[in-house]
């Protein structure tokens, strides 16, 4: 079963601009991640915020965690094109021992 | 420091035939974790090894899936036989005691 829903399901931007991306959950978590794909590749970790966190930094990313409406948003700021992949919300579940459940994902295109 | 390796990347069978897969993880990495991704969905977990030991399969097909981890190092996951709906990418992952999970490039499986 899926846990988090990302929204949009497809987003497509100029390059500059900033992209948001929303993921929500239905249980609770210890902590909650997110991954970039690109075509063809495999998952790459980007950043991950614990459930007693709200925001976290790294360059250009920026996370929220509202755990009471059980939602994130990611924030890609000053998008370029080689930001174009699909980004996957993951949740690791409380006592889940480390198993995480991921979204449907979501398509960022970002045009030169 | 090497990623975690997959082969083969790419294999076309036909139903009802066996495939299997290979995956080395990180050298040192304990936990390794075999994702099944259907194209335009999220990876699902089929099964989570701690050394050579099982954690997690119960999302593994176990009629016609099964994987092994003999010396707690690198994995095979094999399908015997291979369905239609197995059309898909096998990704491998691992990690230590860090949440941040380390993906292979995966197999994309085709079944004809």
């Known amino acids: 079963s899926q846990q988090g829903e990302e929204d949009p399901q497809a987003l497509s931007i100029q390059e500059g601009e900033n992209a948001t991306m929303n993921c929500s959950y239905k249980?609770?978590?210890?902590?909650l991640q997110w991954y970039r794909q690109n075509s063809g590749r495999g998952l790459v970790h980007l950043i991950l915020?614990?459930?007693?966190?709200r925001e976290k930094h790294s360059g250009r990313l920026r996370v929220t965690l509202d755990t009471s409406k059980k939602s994130s948003s990611l924030l890609i700021t000053a998008s370029r094109a080689a930001d174009t992949a699909s980004y996957f919300c993951?949740?690791?579940?409380?006592?889940?021992?480390?198993?995480?459940?991921f979204g449907k994902g979501i398509t960022l295109s970002v045009r030169p | 420091e090497a990623g975690v390796a997959q082969s083969p990347r790419y294999k076309i069978i036909e139903k009802r035939q066996s495939v299997a897969f290979w995956c080395n993880p990180i050298s040192g990495h304990a936990t390794l974790y075999w994702y099944q991704q259907i194209l335009g969905q999220g990876p699902k977990l089929l099964i989570q090894?701690?050394?050579?030991?099982?954690?997690?399969d119960s999302q593994l097909p176990k009629d016609r899936f099964s994987a092994e981890r003999l010396k707690g190092v690198d994995s095979t996951l094999k399908i015997q036989p291979a369905k239609l709906e197995d059309s898909a990418v096998y990704l491998c992952?691992?990690?230590?005691?860090?949440?941040?999970?380390?993906f292979g490039p995966g197999t994309r499986l085709t079944v004809l």
């Open positions: 992952a691992s990690n230590v005691h860090t949440d941040t999970q380390y």
């Open positions: 915020i614990r459930s007693n966190e």
């Open positions: 993951a949740t690791e579940e409380t006592g889940a021992n480390s198993k995480l459940t």
């Open positions: 249980t609770s978590i210890n902590n």
């Open positions: 090894f701690q050394n050579n030991g099982v954690v997690d």
